[in-house]
């Protein structure tokens, strides 16, 4: 290893980290110096804790305590760490190679991962849904797979139309095609609004499963309407819209948004990337509605947390239809795509998945965030609360002092990064009533600590 002897002197423009170890810490004081991490400032970095390990649903940091992880390492590790079914298929596809390119290849791992997954994710009945499978890299690259054979589906059909409907309050990834289908307003990507492509933006539908949805609908039917002659598809999470706001909408919507697209010869794509594999008490958040899409994109809890790995299900029209254009071939092809290792892995994620244990873990996860997220309600400063499967927020009514309510949850031992205005945790499955307690009973300090401390400030 280099060891970061570091002719590294902290840059002076570097904040103190006040009780963070970075003074301790060689290693700290060179990822300060040096490493840019997600959504922060390479010159004005705020505070981060360096994990040794991690086993089960506990990370080890480098002082030596051991914290739950309640944001299951960005919605992923849904069966905790190093669980040894993983490990197992990791070490045994390492044994064979860990990669190999896909282009005029193929592999026994993406074979059967690909099998599996036209098996699993089905419509509500049961039924088989899709017909192809595109392994991507990541939640973005497929949201961009998705775009892409969305527009080349509407040129094959003889339709030249390249905009897409999406959702105000969406969010479905960092690269430049998923930014342009995020809150252009709300969102964390507004600054790019004026390079990216200009698509067309439905109302966030109204908050809570059971909503009335005859304004939005209205709404959406007349934009629809207005702009299908340039729209290639419709893009939303369904249910859950996730870091956008993690708010809950009615299932409702989904249908109208089915019915829309097939009266106006439009795509619906469903980006699953954050919903999928049962975080929402469904398996897919799209069975909270009986409606299947004609693209479905799923990620993130697709391999356990392990690797990155994302797929694009499409149905056999949209596969036809893409054929039909003048490319003749889906336009895209990643160096590292279908990745045995992670295949493999997630195929290890999919059995596990296939016992059915998360369905009783995630409403189990659901009642007790419920009860202790409840009293929060009463707290200043707290906005709403809202509990859906294995997801618990709790929404303030300011800007949340992230590194505060960071230090505070790691003082009762539990891991989370808010966002934005919100609290919340999206924890592994296997936690049991005990973890999920401490990560509720954590929040419940968390909330009342910066809201004491904001009061006396003002
Ligand atoms: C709904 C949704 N889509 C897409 C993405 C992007 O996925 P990735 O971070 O793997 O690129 C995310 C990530 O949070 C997401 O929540």
């Not at 499963?209 to 290639?232: K, M, N």
């Not at 948004?257 to 929402?280: K, P, Q, S, Y």
């Not at 799923?298 to 029209?317: D, F, I, P, R």
């Not at 239809?321 to 295949?343: D, K, R």
Request: proline residues 6%.
């Amino acid at each position: 290893m280099r060891v970061p002897s570091l002719r590294t002197t902290t840059p002076t423009t570097v904040r103190p980290s006040p009780g963070s170890q970075v003074a301790a810490d060689p290693l700290l004081a060179f990822d300060r110096a040096h490493l840019w991490h997600p959504y922060d400032s390479a010159t004005t970095p705020g505070p981060v804790w360096r994990v040794e390990s991690a086993s089960g649903v506990r990370l080890r940091l480098a002082d030596g305590t051991e914290v739950i992880d309640g944001m299951s390492s960005w919605w992923c590790a849904i069966h905790g760490y190093r669980h040894p079914v993983l490990d197992a298929a990791a070490r045994d596809q390492l044994a064979r190679m860990s990669h190999v390119m896909f282009g005029g290849l193929t592999h026994e791992s993406a074979i059967m991962l690909a099998a599996d997954l036209l098996e699993l994710v089905t419509d509500r009945a049961g039924r088989p849904a899709f017909d192809h499978v595109f392994f991507a890299d990541s939640g973005s690259v497929a949201v961009e797979v998705a775009l892409k054979m969305a527009i080349q589906y509407q040129a094959g059909r003889g339709r030249p139309r390249s905009r897409i409907l999406a959702l105000r309050g969406g969010y479905h990834g960092d690269t430049l095609g998923a930014m342009s289908v995020c809150d252009p307003v709300e969102g964390m990507h507004r600054l790019f609004a004026g390079g990216l492509p200009q698509q067309v933006f439905a109302p966030c539908p109204p908050s809570g499963l059971g909503a009335d949805i005859a304004e939005w609908t209205a709404v959406t039917s007349r934009l629809v309407a207005e702009h299908a002659d340039q729209l290639a598809a419709i893009i939303v999470e369904p249910v859950l819209q996730g870091a956008g706001g993690m708010h809950v909408y009615p299932p409702a919507c989904l249908r109208v948004l089915r019915e829309l697209a097939d009266a106006f010869g439009l795509l619906l794509v469903f980006d699953e990337i954050a919903t999928g594999f049962g975080r929402t008490g469904e398996f897919f958040a799209l069975h909270h509605a009986d409606v299947v899409p004609d693209i479905c994109c799923v990620g993130k809890a697709l391999t356990g947390g392990y690797l990155t790995l994302a797929a694009v299900l499409c149905s056999a029209e949209v596969a036809a239809g893409v054929s039909a254009s003048e490319a003749e071939v889906l336009m895209h092809g990643p160096t590292f795509m279908a990745n045995p290792l992670a295949c493999a892995i997630a195929r290890a994620n999919l059995g596990l998945l296939r016992e059915g244990k998360w369905r009783e873990q995630v409403a189990g996860i659901q009642q007790r965030l419920a009860c202790g997220l409840e009293p929060c309600r009463g707290l200043p400063g707290v906005r709403d609360v809202r509990v859906l499967g294995a997801v618990g927020v709790v929404q303030l009514t300011k800007p949340v002092d992230v590194p505060a309510v960071t230090r505070a949850v790691l003082r009762r031992g539990v891991w989370l990064r808010p966002f934005r205005d919100l609290v919340y945790t999206m924890p592994p499955y296997i936690c049991t009533d005990d973890d999920i307690d401490a990560i509720t009973a954590a929040i419940r300090a968390a909330v009342a600590e910066v809201a004491q401390v904001a009061e006396v400030g003002e």
